[in-house]
């Protein structure tokens, strides 16, 4: 249901897309606060469906028995889930943030007692 809203959300967002000239006119405050209801409504929405996506992230996780650690995770993520390779990859920072603040040193995903890798931090293969 949520996904249905945030596509229909999205299809008038861009039917009514408004040009950069459109927001430097003067409004009234009526208009200026729907305008600004309407941000915070869409923002609600697609906040809600991006914990959503990462919701089903997990339970896709360990269904497949997969780790974060593997390799191809986020190509794996972005064709099963539909998404980017860029969401998929937001998706899975944002899963290892969370597991690295409240278990910094079990990744209950793969069982591994290592510390969870950053998957923006790289090693330079220089050494």
């Not at 919701?55 to 993520?77: F, K, N, P």
């Not at 969401?87 to 597991?99: F, G, I, K, N, S």
């Amino acid at each position: 249901l949520l996904a249905q809203r945030v596509m229909l959300m999205d299809a008038r967002r861009k039917s009514r897309a408004m040009d950069r000239t459109a927001w430097a006119k003067l409004v009234s405050n009526e208009g200026a606060f729907r305008r600004a209801g309407g941000r915070r409504r869409v923002n609600a929405l697609r906040k809600e469906a991006a914990l959503l996506r990462r919701q089903r992230l997990l339970e896709a996780l360990l269904a497949e028995g997969r780790s974060l650690c593997d390799r191809g995770v986020t190509s794996w993520w972005a064709t099963r889930g539909g998404i980017s390779r860029r969401t998929a990859q937001r998706d899975l920072a944002w899963v290892v943030t969370e597991l690295a603040r409240t278990a910094p040193d079990l990744c209950p995903l793969c069982g591994g007692t290592g510390r969870l890798r950053s998957p923006r931090r790289r090693v330079s293969p220089r050494g």
